[in-house]
């Protein structure tokens, strides 16, 4: 109960649909392999058929092993598949090189087929990523090598942090489980529990340590191999966004951390502590309602809200809740945090979170059918358009946090009021300060690691400072977190790096929405549809032109960052009365 199923992707590893598809993938290969690319109609249209099998037949695959790591990273079968398919998705590299060379180059009219027309955004980006793709030979060593280093650093990150336990209270407890502490009422409970927390991560800083060192480092030669300029070069263009768009959101990011800092110094005070607040108590609940919710009224609370904004919202979350779509409860061997993975091509998603029943945990679930919510809007996509970038990645997911909070605030009284907003200030704060100092984390880290190894004492450091420059005297000193790289998955990967600023710019993108919704909601939902939709199809300045907004203009950030302020204002004097 209250765990997700996977049987409609497949029912087992041993399932005849599982292993057929397994050995497909080695026939599939020699088919490429043995593929003429020539320049013409059909030449181009059986290419993009081969690609179209290749990206459902790995997207299936992947989803079903990872799915099932993130609940049992244990799992010997799914360790072994997950292997045995990285090795066979590198053998790959090299024809999808080849493979998008060729679109990139081809001369063919694509409107001259229906398929291909569909597709004219896709081969636009092919003709931009030409001078960013390497040899067929190479791309083949890249991919191959991957699998031994950055993707075997990776899954050691989360091997590690998953099953890392410690005895809090004479029970044993998982940093996932010891983490949710964090929003626990009792104030001794918070700062011990964040103490056990810091003494857990001594037993493991130093492999993750290589991890993250080694990681980097080849995101920075791959880069350089590539012509990229950095790792933040890399991933703007990955992320379909100018650099000037990042530049804007950024500078509106900085002028809005003296509200911030007001809020967390006046938070501080309210709860007796006189030299900012202590990173134990970032998530300390606030006001006269300490609310808890079981799953069902986590549903109930849920369907309640997204009924006020759209139908089909409703109806999928009811959907995810009574399809088994979701995967709720902490666990040994259970990854920490929360995600969706969307699954378009069965179209569905599938949810995973670490759920104790407070506020915050419904507002995750929330944000996490923000992006199921999103899938569903580009599961009808052409096998090939359906993805979307990593900054309107978070669109989806904070809208939804927005129609929750909003609405419940909207309806509560002053007591009621003021948990509603702080809680939401904590998430604001979280998507605003914490992931710029994340931002300066990272940035600092690729610099650092192209002169030299960073041992986890001079990361805690780095860390320390990024915090010091985000957050500024609204934390207390003596208390920051010098271990928030190790618990980050997002540093860990070599396919994708800074996943720290599209949750600003999602979390921000969508209360300008939002704001816009609130003014004129005639027809918003149907524009709003439409966005999504194109998140796939378009630039993130393109995407945001549905709604007539320009993206590389501070004054759209920062009218965004304005409505936090007031929110800032709002929870200040409520909370001095």
């Known amino acids: 109960m209250?765990?997700?199923?996977?049987?409609?992707?497949?029912?087992?590893?041993?399932s005849p649909e599982y292993q057929a598809d397994f050995k497909r993938l080695d026939s599939l290969l020699k088919e490429m392999q043995e593929y003429q690319l020539v320049d013409t109609l059909e030449g181009v249209k059986g290419a993009i058929n081969l690609v179209e099998e290749y990206n459902e037949l790995l997207s299936r695959l992947s989803a079903f092993i990872n799915l099932t790591l993130t609940t049992n990273t244990s799992d010997p079968v799914a360790n072994n598949d997950m292997?045995?398919?990285?090795?066979?998705n590198a053998n790959f590299q090299k024809e999808l090189a080849r493979f998008r060379k060729f679109f990139g180059t081809t001369q063919v009219d694509l409107s001259q087929d229906p398929t291909l027309a569909g597709y004219t955004f896709l081969f636009e980006e092919a003709s931009k990523e030409v001078s960013h793709i390497l040899s067929d030979d190479v791309e083949e060593v890249i991919a191959k090598l991957t699998v031994s280093a950055g993707d075997a650093w990776e899954q050691l990150q989360s091997y590690l942090t998953s099953t890392v336990e410690t005895d809090f209270k004479d029970q044993k407890t998982t940093l996932s489980e010891i983490r949710n502490l964090a929003f626990d009422a009792d104030p001794q409970v918070r700062k011990d529990a964040f103490l056990a927390e810091l003494d857990m991560y001594q037993t493991i800083k130093e492999p993750i340590a290589f991890a993250l060192n080694n990681i980097k480092s080849q995101v920075n030669t791959v880069c350089e191999l590539r012509d990229f300029e950095s790792g933040l070069d890399q991933a703007l263009h990955h992320s379909r966004m100018k650099k000037e768009t990042l530049d804007a959101l950024l500078s509106a990011m900085q002028d809005s951390l003296p509200a911030f800092r007001r809020y967390l110094k006046h938070k501080a005070s309210l709860l007796g502590h006189s030299n900012g607040l202590p990173f134990y108590d970032l998530f300390a609940p606030m006001?006269?309602?300490?609310?808890?919710?079981?799953?069902?009224?986590?549903?109930?609370?849920?369907?309640?809200?997204?009924?006020?904004?759209?139908?089909?919202?409703?109806?999928?979350?009811?959907?995810?809740?009574?399809?088994?779509?979701?995967?709720?409860?902490?666990h040994k061997g259970k990854v920490g945090g929360a995600f969706c993975w969307n699954l378009p091509f069965i179209k569905q998603?599938?949810?995973?979170?670490?759920?104790?029943?407070?506020?915050?945990?419904?507002?995750?679930?929330?944000?996490?059918?923000?992006?199921?919510?999103?899938?569903?809007?580009i599961e009808n996509h052409q096998i090939l358009n359906r993805d979307y970038s990593m900054p309107v990645a978070e669109t989806a997911s904070t809208f939804n946090e927005n129609i929750i909070m909003n609405t419940a605030i909207k309806e509560a009284d002053d007591a009621e009021k003021i948990a509603l907003i702080e809680s939401q200030l904590q998430d604001t704060t979280q998507i605003?300060?914490?992931?710029?100092?994340?931002?300066?984390?990272?940035?600092?880290v690729f610099e650092k690691r192209q002169s030299g190894f960073l041992f986890a004492d001079q990361l805690e450091t780095m860390m320390l400072d990024a915090q010091k420059e985000a957050y500024g005297d609204g934390l207390d000193p003596e208390y920051l977190h010098p271990y928030m790289w190790v618990n980050k998955g997002h540093y860990y990967s070599a396919h994708l790096s800074f996943y720290n600023f599209p949750y600003a710019f999602g979390g921000l993108f969508s209360k300008g929405l939002y704001a816009i919704y609130q003014e004129n909601p005639q027809g918003f939902v149907e524009k709003y549809q439409e966005l999504l939709y194109m998140t796939t199809v378009s630039s993130v300045e393109d995407t945001a032109k549905v709604m007539g907004i320009d993206l590389t203009k501070k004054e759209f950030w920062s009218k965004a960052l304005g409505q936090v302020e007031e929110s800032i204002d709002q929870f200040i004097a409520l909370t001095s009365k």
């Not at 209250?2 to 041993?14: E, P």
């Not at 419904?362 to 059918?369: C, G, I």
């Open 83 to 88: 292997s045995l398919l990285s090795q066979k």
């Open 349 to 377: 998603s599938r949810i995973l979170t670490n759920f104790s029943g407070s506020l915050s945990d419904v507002v995750t679930l929330a944000h996490e059918l923000g992006h199921a919510y999103h899938g569903l809007h």
């Open 2 to 14: 209250y765990k997700w199923s996977l049987d409609d992707l497949y029912t087992s590893f041993t």
């Open 432 to 444: 605003i300060v914490d992931i710029y100092s994340r931002y300066l984390f990272e940035s600092a």
């Open 287 to 330: 006001g006269q309602s300490n609310r808890r919710f079981t799953i069902e009224e986590s549903k109930d609370f849920l369907l309640e809200n997204f009924s006020t904004f759209s139908k089909d919202l409703a109806d999928m979350t009811e959907e995810f809740y009574d399809k088994s779509y979701i995967d709720f409860l902490p």
